[in-house]
């Protein structure tokens, strides 16, 4: 636990924070598992939907701070990988 006032100040702060943040993470975790979802089952008009609101919401995170730049990248790259990889090896509508 905190002992000096200035600590105790920053542990106020620093809850804050996490639960001003906590619906942005999770917002943005739930998106990424829609879209995987939607991916593996084969619904690839929706997925694409999906990965659309997926990125922004991971944009929207970096913008404000709550995510690393690099971390939102490497997520949005392995669904986009993910998204391709399907599109790709399932048949294409006549």
């Known amino acids: 636990m ?3 006032k200035s ?3 920053e ?3 620093a809850e804050k924070r996490r639960a001003r943040n906590k619906p942005v993470r ?20 929706a997925a694409q ?13 970096v913008k404000k701070g709550i ?7 490497r997520r949005k790259s392995r669904l986009m ?6 599109a790709s090896s399932s048949p ?3």
Do not use: W, Y
């Open 67 to 73: 995510l690393h730049a690099n971390n939102a990248a």
């Open 26 to 45: 999770t917002q943005s975790k739930t998106r990424i598992t829609k879209a995987e979802k939607l991916i593996f089952s084969g619904e690839l008009e």
């Open 11 to 13: 542990a106020r702060l």
């Open 92 to 94: 294409a509508p006549k």
């Open 7 to 9: 600590a105790i100040q």
């Open 81 to 86: 990988k993910k998204l391709n990889k399907a």
């Open 2 to 4: 905190p002992i000096t």
């Open 49 to 61: 939907k999906e990965v659309v609101a997926a990125v922004s919401t991971l944009d929207k995170a």
